[in-house]
């Protein structure tokens, strides 16, 4: 499996801007979706944005507008601009890959890779 390693998270405060990237082992632009996910202790996972192998972008509904997937083929790295950042963004950051689909066309994470996870903690 590919191996995901993610940096640039920090503190900000609210109203500030972060660039997570993730570095990923080998080539990511062919048959990989990608995506980031966030998680708070004691709540469920969610995800944040994703970008297929055509390069078609989705996003959670309170990440639209103010987040920014996107990756560099060359590098091998993903990509998640974070701009007006608010105290509910605090959360662990993941990034994931995965080439396996459901019978009915959507991506399974689990069966992905999965990076360790960099910090974002926004200040009121």
């Known amino acids: 499996q590919v191996q995901l390693v993610e940096s640039g998270g920090g503190s900000v405060q609210a109203g500030g801007s972060l660039r997570l990237s993730c570095a990923a082992s080998e080539l990511i632009y062919s048959n990989y979706c990608m995506g980031w996910f966030r998680q708070v202790p004691g709540k469920e996972r969610e995800g944040v944005a994703a970008?297929?192998?055509?390069?078609?972008?989705s996003y959670i509904g309170s990440a639209k507008g103010r987040f920014t997937i996107a990756k560099d083929n060359a590098k091998n790295t993903l990509y998640l601009q974070m701009a007006s950042l608010k105290p509910e963004d605090t959360a662990m950051y993941y990034c994931?890959?995965?080439?396996?689909?459901?019978?009915?066309?959507?991506?399974?994470?689990?069966?992905?890779?999965w990076g360790r996870g960099t910090q974002v903690t926004v200040s009121s």
């Open positions: 970008i297929d192998p055509d390069g078609i972008t």
């Open positions: 994931a890959a995965t080439q396996t689909r459901s019978n009915g066309g959507n991506w399974l994470w689990d069966s992905g890779s």
